[in-house]
T-cell receptor, first 115, second 114 residues
Framework: DAGVIQSPRHEVTEMGQEVTLRCKPI?????LFWYRQTMMRGLELLIY????????DSGMPEDRFSAKMPNASFSTLKIQPSEPRDSAVYFC?????????????FGDGTRLSIL | DQQVKQNSPSLSVQEGRISILNCDYTNSMFDYFLWYKKYPAEGPTFLIS?????DKNEDGRFTVFLNKSAKHLSLHIVPSQPGDSAVYFCAAKDRGGSNYKLTFGKGTLLTVNP
């Protein structure tokens, strides 16, 4: 079975540019999560969706960040405009609703570098 | 304010010996704990979990111990193998919050030397 698929794997862009990260969750999973990993803060939850609806976006750092899930098989995380401090590894994860303690399945991440 | 703390950034052990990774938490509302393992350039993968109603859960070479009074959990790997070399993240779920929201520690890099 295909796991969570993220693209691109690496992104290097200049400050001020728009960045769009993409995620395809595991088929049949109802929950989708976006995380950011940095040395300073570790792995932190940015936002998560249930059945394509954003449930909790309290981790989104500021208005420059936005996330959408137009359908069950696709989500985007957008940064506009990007800043050097946004450089991090961004992970997408998905899980099922068969129980609250279902583990989350992570993609391999997008390494973002803002110059 | 870190609610889940992994105070050892790294740990090095010899193959065949026991690896013990520690995790402390401050939120008494956490009711479920998980360990994830992460190799370079890959996403974290689920390893083992424990509910707060238990004090031990075992799965093959991996055992997680929970000490609620001390707000401490540990992951034991016996015997350690070179393939276990990875970053290990401790994560916790808040019973008062969403069933799906996890708080992660910063991770511990385990190196198992042949």
């Amino acid at each position: 079975d295909a796991g969570v698929i993220q693209s691109p794997r690496h992104e290097v862009t200049e400050m001020g540019q728009e960045v769009t990260l993409r995620c395809k969750p595991i088929s049949g999973h109802d929950y989708l999560f976006w995380y950011r990993q940095t040395m300073m803060r570790g792995l932190e939850l940015l936002i998560y969706f249930n059945n394509n609806v954003p449930i909790d976006d309290s981790g989104m750092p500021e208005d420059r960040f936005s996330a959408k899930m137009p359908n069950a098989s696709f989500s985007t995380l957008k940064i506009q405009p990007s800043e050097p401090r946004d450089s991090a590894v961004y992970f997408c994860a998905s899980s099922t609703t068969t129980g609250p303690n279902q583990p989350q399945h992570f993609g391999d991440g997008t390494r973002l570098s803002i110059l | 304010d870190q609610q889940v703390k992994q105070n050892s950034p790294s740990l090095s052990v010899q193959e065949g010996r026991i690896s013990i990774l520690n995790c402390d938490y401050t939120n008494s509302m956490f009711d479920y704990f998980l360990w994830y393992k992460k190799y370079p350039a890959e996403g974290p993968t689920f390893l083992i979990s424990i509910s707060s109603i238990k004090d031990k859960n075992e799965d093959g070479r991996f055992t997680v111990f929970l000490n609620k009074s001390a707000k401490h959990l540990s992951l034991h790997i016996v015997p350690s193998q070179p393939g276990d070399s990875a970053v290990y993240f401790c994560a916790a779920k808040d019973r008062g919050g969403s069933n799906y929201k996890l708080t992660f520690g910063k991770g511990t890099l385990l190196t198992v030397n042949p």
